[in-house]
Structures are given as structure tokens and as C-alpha cells.
């Protein structure tokens, strides 16, 4: 069957060190992995998208793996901060864009100051 | 530019009664898209309108549940009669290619 499998216990961190999340799938074929970040009583705020012909991107201090052998996804957060507080979502695409996500059950984030 | 809006923001109604949630996209995005999120469980896929015509319904759990899009512009999800396990938090979002914006969802009580 097909599944999408998030850490499901939350990533505590102290400010200013790399938080790293994992995604992990199986039975899918994505076209595009995305990464959303979402705030209690928000919807999904997109960060990063990832091409399955692509092995990192980069935006500011958020990085991305996708290893499409292993079927996993790498998020990091470097230097983090207090403000990075939230839950981390994986979501798969596959087929052409714009089709619809399917959703991993997401990581909670907590930086301490 | 205005986000993607939704109404109302909460909900609460009876089991067997009718609940209309309404979506508004941003301007000029064809693709509109449900999601719901149930307690406790991941946000999964309900449909997908191209314009006003619907791409893909595999989500829709029942025929309890119509979407509507008129004009291709804003778009309703209606659930009638609502049963307990449709409680949760119904999301939109739209777009124009890979990168989804989404509403603040409408959280939705049945009793």
C-alpha cells in the first residue's frame, strides 16, 4: 500500500542548531516533492518543491534532499530560531503539475531559546 | 494580492443537519482544490477543479458530500446530512501550477 511516513514524535532543538526532518514513501512515483510549513489554526504554508530529477535545493536557511532510490526526503533548518517553531509537512505530487498533494502526517518543531 | 479565503472559520451544527463551507481562490488561479484534515489524521485530498469543471473526486468520501464551482471562480463544499466522522478541518487551496496556497481552513463540529 501506499504511505508517506513522517517522524511522528516532535524534533525539540535548542536555537542556532540544524533541525532535520524525514519524509519517507513508498509505492509512489513523484513527480515533485514539496515541503509546507503549518502554524496552529493555519492552513499549509508553502517553503520548498523539489523535482525528481533534482537532489538539493536551497532557499535562505531551509535545505532539501530527495533521493528518489531511497524514496526519502531530507528537510533541514539551519541556524534555527524560536520563530522556526511549527509543524513540518511533506507532500507528494505525481503526474503533472498541479495535480493534487498527498500529505505525510507532518513533524512538530519546537525551538528553545 | 488576497489569499485564498474561507467561510465560515468555524462551524457547529447537528448531526443530520446541512453544512455549506465556501472557498474563495485567489484571483486568477484555475485550479481549486478540498482538503480535510480528521483528528489526529493526516490532510487528505477531497478534489480538484480545473476552472469549473472537476479534475479529479477521488477523495470525496460519499455522495453526502457536493462541490460546486461557479464561473471557475469561488467554489462551495456541501455536506448534507452531516454524520460525526465528518468533523475536522476543511482546507482549500488553489493554484496555477505546482505551489498551492491555502485558505485558513473551516473548522467543522458535528454533534
Known amino acids: 500500500s501506499q504511505k508517506i511516513e513522517q517522524n511522528s514524535e516532535a524534533l525539540n532543538i535548542q536555537e542556532g542548531k540544524t533541525a532535520t526532518l524525514t519524509c519517507n514513501y513508498t509505492n509512489y512515483s513523484p513527480a515533485y516533492l514539496q515541503w509546507y510549513r503549518q502554524d496552529p489554526g493555519r492552513g499549509p504554508v508553502f517553503l520548498l518543491l523539489i523535482r525528481e530529477n533534482e537532489k538539493e535545493k536551497r532557499k535562505e536557511r531551509l535545505k532539501v534532499t530527495f533521493d528518489t532510490t531511497l524514496k526519502q526526503s531530507l528537510f533541514h533548518i539551519t541556524a534555527s530560531q524560536p520563530a522556526d517553531s511549527a509543524t513540518y509537512l511533506c507532500?507528494?505530487?505525481?503526474?503533472?503539475?498541479?495535480?493534487?498533494?498527498?500529505f505525510g502526517g507532518g513533524t512538530r518543531v519546537l525551538v528553545k531559546p | 494580492e488576497a489569499g485564498v479565503t474561507q467561510f465560515p472559520s468555524h462551524s457547529v451544527i447537528e448531526k443530520g443537519q446541512t453544512v455549506t463551507l465556501r472557498c474563495d481562490p485567489i484571483?486568477?488561479?484555475?485550479?481549486l482544490y478540498w482538503y480535510r484534515r480528521v483528528m489526529g489524521k493526516e490532510i487528505k485530498f477531497l478534489l480538484h477543479f480545473v476552472k469549473e469543471s472537476k479534475q479529479d473526486e477521488s477523495g470525496m468520501p460519499n455522495n453526502r458530500f457536493l462541490a460546486e464551482r461557479t464561473g471557475g471562480t469561488y467554489s462551495t463544499l456541501k455536506v448534507q446530512p452531516a454524520e460525526l466522522e465528518d468533523s475536522g478541518v476543511y482546507f482549500c487551496?488553489?493554484?496555477?501550477?505546482?505551489?498551492?496556497?491555502f485558505g485558513p481552513g473551516t473548522r467543522l463540529t458535528v454533534t
Open positions: 484571483s486568477g488561479h484555475d485550479n
Open positions: 507532500a507528494l505530487e505525481v503526474g503533472a503539475a498541479g495535480n493534487k498533494l498527498t
Open positions: 487551496a488553489s493554484s496555477q501550477g505546482s505551489r498551492q496556497y
